[in-house]
């Protein structure tokens, strides 16, 4: 990579920053179990109680999100994305589900069917499930939006949830002003209004809304919005800046100063007296403030008094312009303070590939930047490659994640395939081009999308082991797997459970594409897989039953 020579001396920057990163422990501290809301006393993992039993079942006519974080509740949208619905969780003991499987001869079967499965289908929701209530959101003058389903994000202790509502825009065209104010505009993407709701769970009311007019947001797996604390920063691709966001007693109040175009001070805060011309197509707009950072970063690492010094200097302005073009498409707060960004090359218009148009060597296609909100400075840039950015993305993952178990205070369990880097990571034996391959896999899995990742222990990869192609942490769709998904002791490698789903057809060329997302509570034995072939949904309950023996040997 051409940039690769440029970011030389990185070592001690990245012991800066992973000195101050260790340093900010306390952002990242575990919930200790006085300090979780509605427990009093701790849960603990016994691997003999698991998901062994799968029933398939009928649901209503909602789309199912998420759990709480405490498990209490189970989030839901109408089919029609107006409304939001909050079902009260009643547990499997109190629930007298047990009851309910031994009314239908379950027995020691791993999975139901026949007659009793029909009638258990139609009934087990309800045993677990109530509507705790159902608020219309989109109606009045809202009624033209609708909700994105694959966003949430809850606030304060899962006090609160952040909702999000969208509708198209019809002949918009951005005002020049927008081009002044923010010089990075990508004009491209096609903008949306949005409509943010904050719901207070425990009283079943909206205490704050707050409307983007003609923006571009990624909401889908809480991909533009980032939390951390009451901190909500969201990401405009449009405008390419982020909004800063304090939450308040339940209210959204927004910083004046937006992140990226411009220093907090800057002189030419009111763009009106920047332009005293007409813009064109020749106009050269300011750089703006970060990439002036990051400019100045790469610059600084140079060394003029070394031999190369020339080199560098030309591949450095060499490659002024690509950088100065490159879009912020991802970002994260680390913590109240410490954000990071990764920039990709903005996209061409033309489909043709840039490697047949030159021969020249290719510039990185990203660039991953940490900065600092208060100081207003970049702490560290680094490229698709760097094993110094692979060391942090390895050695902060689970802070990087910022979500932990409100029953045990861990975090989401590794990947096996990050579980196998961070063995391998202390080998000083491995060579340097392995390390360049594991940081160009790995080092596109930051920044991490907020509360993307389940807390359930049923998923940790360091007591199960489990195909990860099929199910994980990462709340993700996953292709559906042509066998049921078998979870074995590491200890013994005995298995422990299956979850039963498969795909309807073998996967083939012209047959549709099977995916199953998996729905999973914080920490009970519990899971809802949802099956989608096509437009057709179906619905399986993973749930602990004790008459359920679990084969060793499957036919």
Request: net charge neutral; charged share 20%; hydrophobic share 35%.
């Amino acid at each position: 990579m051409i940039l690769e020579k440029l970011l030389i001396d990185q070592r001690m920057q990245t012991q800066n920053l992973v000195h101050m990163l260790q340093n900010r422990e306390s952002g990242f501290t575990r919930i200790k179990l006085s300090q979780m809301p509605q427990l009093s006393y701790e849960r603990q993992f016994y691997k003999a109680i698991t998901p062994c039993l799968t029933v398939g079942i009928s649901i209503p006519p909602v789309y199912l999100r998420k759990f709480t974080p405490d498990g209490s509740q189970l989030l839901g949208f109408s089919l029609d994305q107006r409304s939001f619905i909050v079902f009260s969780y009643k547990g499997i003991g109190s629930a007298g589900v047990s009851q309910l499987f031994s009314d239908a001869g379950v027995g020691s079967s791993e999975t139901l069917s026949g007659i009793h499965s029909q009638q258990l289908r139609s009934t087990v929701f309800e045993k677990l499930f109530k509507t705790k209530f159902a608020m219309r959101l989109c109606q009045g003058e809202s009624a033209r939006f609708y909700l994105h389903r694959e966003f949430s994000v809850f606030l304060d202790n899962s006090r609160y949830v952040l909702l999000a509502g969208m509708c198209v825009l019809q002949g918009y065209n951005l005002a020049v002003s927008e081009y002044e104010r923010y010089p990075d505009v990508f004009d491209t993407v096609d903008p949306f209004s949005y409509i943010f709701y904050v719901v207070d769970l425990q009283q079943g009311v909206v205490t704050d809304e707050v409307l983007l007019h003609q923006e571009s947001i990624c909401l889908s797996h809480n991909h533009g919005i980032s939390v951390h604390g009451h901190t909500i920063a969201i990401l405009s691709r449009l405008r390419q800046c982020i909004y800063i966001y304090e939450l308040v007693d339940g209210r959204l109040i927004k910083q004046e100063h937006e992140i990226g175009p411009r220093p907090l001070h800057c002189c030419f805060q009111d763009v009106s007296s920047m332009f005293m011309v007409m813009l064109d197509v020749n106009t050269l707009l300011p750089i703006t403030h970060i990439k002036q950072r990051v400019l100045s970063f790469l610059y600084r690492q140079i060394e003029a008094d070394c031999p190369q010094a020339s080199q560098k200097y030309q591949e450095f302005y060499k490659n002024f312009e690509f950088i100065e073009n490159m879009i912020i498409e991802k970002m994260q707060l680390v913590d109240n303070d410490l954000l990071l960004l990764r920039y990709e090359e903005r996209p061409k218009d033309s489909n043709v590939p840039h490697i047949l148009l030159t021969s020249e060597p290719q510039a990185p296609r990203r660039l991953y930047v940490f900065y600092s909100m208060n100081s207003e400075d970049v702490l560290g840039v680094y490229h698709d490659d760097s094993i110094d950015l692979l060391q942090i993305v390895v050695q902060f993952n689970d802070k990087l994640c910022n979500v932990r178990s409100l029953q045990t205070g861990d975090a989401p369990s590794s990947a096996s395939s990050q579980f196998f880097m961070q063995q391998n990571w202390k080998n000083s034996s491995q060579s340097l081009p392995f390390m360049r391959q594991a940081a160009l896999r790995y080092n596109p899995t930051v920044p991490i999308s907020t509360q993307s990742f389940s807390t359930s222990p049923y998923l940790n990869h360091n007591v199960f082991n489990y195909d990860n192609l099929s199910i994980s942490p990462l709340e993700r769709p996953k292709a559906c797997s042509t066998e049921p998904i078998v979870f074995r002791d590491r200890a013994t490698n005995l298995i422990k459970f299956r979850l039963n789903i498969k795909a309807q057809r073998l996967p083939g060329q012209f047959t549709p594409r099977e995916l199953c997302a998996f729905i999973c509570h914080p920490f009970e034995p519990l899971v809802i897989s949802i099956q989608k072939c096509m437009h057709v949904y179906s619905y399986k309950l993973h749930i602990y039953n004790h008459g359920t023996i679990v084969q060793q040997f499957y036919n």
